[in-house]
């Protein structure tokens, strides 16, 4: 890859690495305000078992929404690392070694896998 593509794609990967982790800290918020909610006793009421089954679920479904964010960053950072140690080497193919193409790069810059190495992941198949 040229120079300017390869610092394009690196703008490109800190980008989307500070959106995650805005992100992941307004998760964190939630998680932390939910917690505080579900402890202070902020009525004269006990809280219906409907309504603690409710926030129990909807804590647990923004916990794995941070989880994927999680994972989307750590891949991002994943990306940056092999950008950084070995530039001549970013935008190849892990398993055919051709180049990814710099449109697919730009869609998906922490990918590892050409099309078609893709491809033959997700179906499994091995030829």
């Known amino acids: 890859m040229k120079k300017k593509e390869l610092k394009q794609i690196e703008d490109l ?33 006990s809280f219906h078992m ?15 929404f941070a989880s994927k964010e999680g994972r989307y960053l750590y891949h991002l950072d994943e990306a940056l690392r092999r950008l950084y140690r070995a530039p001549e080497t970013f935008g190849d193919c892990e398993d055919c070694g051709d180049p990814i193409g710099f449109e697919r790069l730009e869609a998906l810059p922490h990918t590892r896998l050409c099309i078609g190495c893709k491809e033959k992941e997700e179906t499994g198949d091995s030829r």
């Open 50 to 64: 409907a309504d603690q089954g409710t926030d129990a679920m909807e804590r647990e479904k923004a916990f794995l």
């Open 13 to 45: 990967l800190l980008r989307m690495r500070e959106r995650a982790i805005k992100e992941l800290a307004n998760y964190d918020e939630s998680f932390a305000s939910s917690l505080q909610a579900s402890d202070g006793d902020l009525s004269a009421y």
